[in-house]
Nanobody
């Protein structure tokens, strides 16, 4: 079992940056593939980024590629989402998620592949 706690959200102007963190409890963090999702008002939750157990594999939804970077620190049991060049359309509640991964290179894109979720952190980008 793992518990996830996001932090780092806030209000930022368009073009600015934020770094989200997701701290995980437990001693098995390195056995989980991790992901970031977001949900904007009136919209369904959507995939943003994912990272494999070891951090060797990452992937992003097309419209954040080149602006967002996912990373993880398996010693500190934390996954990060560095968000640069933020746009008003990035406004959403951002959630981190953990999914058990059999293979070190596995990354997941669907929310039903993740078993554990954080409570979310609000990101608001003003124009």
């Amino acid at each position: 079992q793992v518990q996830l706690t996001e932090s780092g959200g806030g209000l930022v102007q368009a073009g600015g940056s934020l770094r989200l963190s997701c701290a995980a409890s437990g001693r098995t963090f390195s056995s989980y593939a991790m992901g970031w999702f977001r949900q904007a008002p009136g919209k369904e939750r959507e995939f943003v980024a994912a990272i494999s157990r070891t951090g060797g594999m990452t992937d992003y939804v097309d419209y954040v590629k080149g602006r967002f970077t996912i990373s993880r620190d398996n010693v500190k049991n934390t996954v990060f989402l560095q968000m640069n060049s933020l746009k008003p359309e990035d406004t959403a509640v951002y959630y981190c998620a953990a999914g058990s991964a059999l293979y070190s290179s596995a990354i997941y894109y669907r929310d039903n592949q993740y078993k554990h979720w954080g409570q979310g952190t609000q990101v608001t980008v003003s124009s």
